[in-house]
């Protein structure tokens, strides 16, 4: 059994083609597709090969529209009495509206944690987000940081119900699935140059 793609998208196409999806269809991502994803995510580099990484796999709807609204209440207790920038405060705004889905209402949660503390163990775990990331953009798929859920995600209680261990974080909530609507790509900077000797 192979894990790879049938795609014919380039890395660079896929590069330059992925973006942050904010709004997904209902259609369901099929579990050989999220499977190919992982072992994407698994080929990244390791420091010392230590292959630091575990997932988390949430579809099911119930739950996710819990952790949802259990990241939107987290951020509402932090946000009294603190400085907020003003994309701070376009975020708040836009998650004071009750019906605000912090997973912009994908079917799927893909989370990457750490399962041991260490000093490349958040680089690698983000390292394997963005293999999973590409791997998604060449099969069609879009997907989503959304970090505001890894304090929840870090929590006893939601350890307990994704059956993770304790001594594990949480690093990248990742939403996976089917776009609604492609979002234009904005404009990058050109590369900051410090230094070419």
């Known amino acids: 059994m192979t894990n790879r793609t049938n795609e ?3 890395v660079m196409d896929a590069i330059y083609g992925r973006r942050s999806v904010r709004d997904y269809t209902a259609q369901k991502v099929d579990e050989a597709t999220l499977h190919v994803l992982l072992y994407a995510a698994t080929q990244a580099p390791t420091g010392l090969q230590a292959e630091p990484w575990a997932f988390a796999v949430i579809q099911d709807r119930g739950l996710l529209d819990r952790l949802s609204e259990t990241a939107r209440q987290v951020i509402w207790l932090k946000a009294p009495g603190q400085d907020h920038s003003g994309m701070a405060r376009n975020s708040l705004n836009i998650m004071s509206d009750p019906s605000y889905n912090l997973f912009h209402n994908a079917g799927t949660l893909i989370v990457i944690y750490g399962r041991f503390a260490g ?3 958040a680089a690698d775990c983000w390292l394997a ?3 999973l ?3 998604a953009c060449a099969a069609g ?5 959304t970090g505001l859920a890894a304090p929840v995600l870090n929590t006893p209680e939601w350890k307990n119900i994704l059956n993770v261990p304790d001594g594990m974080s949480a690093y990248a909530p990742i939403t996976v699935g089917y776009p609604a609507a492609l979002p234009v790509a904005p404009p990058r900077q050109t590369p900051e140059l410090l230094c070419w000797r």
Request: hydrophobic share 55%; charged share 5%; aromatic share 6%.
């Open 129 to 131: 987000a963005e293999n």
């Open 119 to 121: 000093p490349f163990v």
């Open 141 to 145: 798929l879009g997907t989503c940081v």
């Open 133 to 135: 990331m590409l791997a």
């Open 8 to 10: 014919t998208m380039s």
